[in-house]
């Protein structure tokens, strides 16, 4: 395989559907079987989903932003635990670690148990983000890729790579096959933020863009495709 150890980064909105918001079960279950394929493969795959179909809080301007954060810290919860159950369906073992403290219904996440769980090849999903508020997921994805010393980061998104400009509203916009992080960032492109993209950068952490609309997308780069935008430290 190309890659031993994946950090696969989805959104909370994957899970959502038509609907944009809440759970689509059609959604779980294709993603449930996906990282099932995954897990076939013999790669040790950690994953980490956001909480974007269930809440936003950054965008209330009414709401105190640490619990705003805080809130969105439980959506991640509840997406984490929702796919985690779908894939334990397949057979596959598999384990909730959160970075805030729910001992009744996930563990409490240990670096070095992190680790000896992806060495028995037991699939892990990171909840709550960093723990911390004023942190993306995309950060709590690139801090776990790095303790976990991930060999990529994969990103599902939307669209199928890294643009110049933004695809939906500039029919001229041109994917990148390959830029650096660092390009990324002093162009302000639109991939990861500014902490998550640091983290990659200094932990020597590819990052590979690609569309998830196509979930077998997935199995493909694992296998060795060039799909979407390789980020490169």
Known sequence: ?????????LSGEA????????????KVQTLAKMIAEIYKLGIELAVV?????????????HMDRVTADQIGMLATTMNAMTVADAVGKLN???????????????????????????ENKIVLFFAGGTGSPFFSTDSGAALRAAEINADVMLKAT????????????FPDARRYTEISLRDVMSQGLAVVDATAAALCNDNNIPLIVFSIKDPNNVIRILKGENLGTLVLP
């Open 15 to 26: 899970l959502a559907g038509e609907n944009k918001y809440g759970i689509d079960d059609s």
């Open 158 to 169: 939307q669209v199928d790579g890294v643009y110049d400009k933004d695809p939906n509203e």
């Open 1 to 9: 395989m190309r890659y031993k150890r994946v950090m696969l980064k």
């Open 92 to 118: 596959v073992e598999c384990r909730v670690l959160n970075a805030i403290s729910m001992p009744t219904i996930s563990e409490p996440y240990i670096q070095k148990k992190a680790v000896r769980y992806l």
């Open 49 to 61: 989903i956001g909480g974007g179909n269930y809440w936003r809080g950054r965008t209330n301007p």
